[in-house]
């Protein structure tokens, strides 16, 4: 598994939903500060949650902010002796 797909999924494991009071779904992962979705359904609440997620990621490594290291994995570590960030080389 790519390190950037077992973060992913390391990362949803740790996600927390709630089913709020118009019958709607949130969900936020607590680790991950901003990491949050909403959806009419638990699934649909799923899917919002791992698009922010995604989203969270390659915006925090394109603008160079350090990640939390989630399951041993960290995508802060230089690969192949570089990474990403927003300087042009």
Sequence with gaps: MFPLTAYLEA?????????????TFAGEIPKLHG?????????ECEQML?????????VGLQLGHRLPKL??????????G????????
């Design 82 to 89: 570089r990474m990403a960030s927003n300087q042009k080389t």
């Design 50 to 58: 791992r698009s922010t997620l995604e989203d969270w990621i390659l």
């Design 35 to 43: 990491v949050v979705g909403f959806g009419k359904t638990l699934r």
């Design 11 to 23: 990362a949803l494991e740790l996600a927390l939903y709630d089913k709020l009071e118009d019958g």
């Design 71 to 80: 399951a041993g994995i960290d995508l802060n570590q230089h690969a192949h």
